[in-house]
C-alpha cells in the first residue's frame, strides 16, 4: 500500500492515513486502500475493534483539488498498477462519469465502512474538511484533539455539500445549516457538545487515549458488539438515515451537473480560493 499503513496491535487493526505531505488528501488510489484495509480488518477474526488514525499536523484537508481529474483519481500512479479499477474521466464522460465514480468511492465507500460489523473509533487531529468528514464520519466513535476543526465548505464551490451527506444526523439541522451556509469550521469542543464527537483530549494524548478506548471495547463479547452496533445503525436507518443520504448524493450530483454546464469543470472556484478555504 502506498497512501495507508495497516497495523495490527492485539486485538485492534489501526489503518493510518500516510500521505501527510499532501495533508492526507484523498484521491482514488488512497480510497481504494482505505476500503481493503477495512475489509482486511472485518474478515480477521482476531480483530475486534477498527481504529482510523492519521500521521502529520491534519486528519485529512478532503478531496485532492490540485487541479485535474488525473490528481483525484491518481491517474499517473496507475499507469503501473493495471489491476486498480478505471480511474475517474469526468472530461470525457461527464456527469454519468462523475456519479459512477463518486457512487462507488465517496458514498458507496462510506457506506460499506459505516456498516461492518465491528466498533471503530477516529483518532482526528488538525482540519477535517470536507472529504475528510467522509472517512470519520462513518466510524462509530470520535476522539479529536483539542486543536481538531472540522468543516466543509463546499457550498463555496456551488455543490451543496459532501458526498457522504451525514451533517444532518452528525450536528443537528440549524447546526448543520450554519456550517453548511457559512463554510465555517467547528472546533473539538463545539463538536462534542453537539455530539459529533465522543471525547476530546490533548493533541500528545490522543494516540494514547485512543488505543486505550479500543483496549476497553475489545473486552467486549464480539457477537455482542456486532449486536449493539446493528441495533444503533438500524434504528437510525429506519428513521430515514440510509434513504437521506441516497437522496442527498442525487442533489450533490446536480451541483456537478450545473458547474460542468456553467465553466466545464466539476465545481465552480478557483484553486486559489479552495487553498483559501483550507488555511
Known amino acids: 500500500m502506498t497512501y495507508i499503513k495497516y497495523l495490527k496491535v492485539d486485538s485492534t487493526a489501526v489503518i493510518t492515513l500516510a500521505r501527510p505531505d499532501k495533508a492526507n488528501a484523498v484521491n482514488g488510489p488512497m480510497l481504494d486502500e482505505l476500503d481493503e484495509a477495512w ?4 474478515e480477521d477474526r482476531d480483530v475486534r475493534v477498527i481504529v482510523l488514525n492519521a500521521e502529520g499536523k491534519h486528519f485529512s484537508a478532503g478531496h485532492d483539488m490540485s487541479g485535474s481529474d488525473e490528481a483525484l483519481s491518481g491517474q499517473e500512479s496507475r499507469a503501473s498498477e493495471p489491476d486498480r479499477n478505471q480511474g475517474l474521466d469526468w472530461k470525457n464522460g461527464g456527469l454519468a462519469s462523475l456519479y459512477q465514480w463518486e457512487s462507488k468511492r465517496y458514498l458507496g465507500y462510506s457506506r ?5 460489523p465491528k466498533p471503530s473509533i477516529a483518532a482526528v487531529q488538525g482540519v477535517c474538511v470536507a472529504g475528510g468528514l467522509m472517512l470519520c464520519w462513518p466510524c462509530d466513535l470520535i476522539i479529536a484533539s483539542e486543536d481538531a476543526r472540522f468543516s466543509d465548505p463546499v457550498v463555496r464551490m456551488g455543490i451543496g455539500g459532501v458526498e457522504y451527506h451525514g451533517h444532518t444526523w452528525e450536528m443537528g439541522p440549524r447546526k448543520a445549516k450554519e456550517l453548511l451556509f457559512t463554510a465555517r469550521s467547528m472546533s473539538a469542543d463545539e463538536a462534542e457538545k453537539v455530539g459529533m464527537v465522543n ?3 490533548p493533541r500528545e494524548q490522543l494516540d494514547a487515549a485512543t488505543m486505550a478506548l479500543a483496549a476497553e471495547i475489545s473486552e467486549m463479547h464480539p457477537f455482542g458488539l456486532a449486536q449493539a452496533k446493528r441495533a444503533v445503525n438500524q434504528t437510525m436507518d429506519v428513521q430515514g438515515f440510509y434513504s437521506a443520504l441516497q437522496s442527498a448524493f442525487d442533489i450533490h450530483s446536480t451541483g456537478h451537473g450545473n458547474a460542468l454546464s456553467v465553466c466545464g469543470y ?14
Do not use: C, F, G, Q
Open 39 to 42: 475489509s482486511r480488518a472485518a
Open 112 to 116: 460499506r465502512w459505516r456498516d461492518i
Open 199 to 201: 471525547r476530546v483530549v
Open 266 to 279: 466539476p465545481v465552480i472556484v478557483s484553486l486559489e480560493e479552495m487553498k483559501k478555504t483550507r488555511s
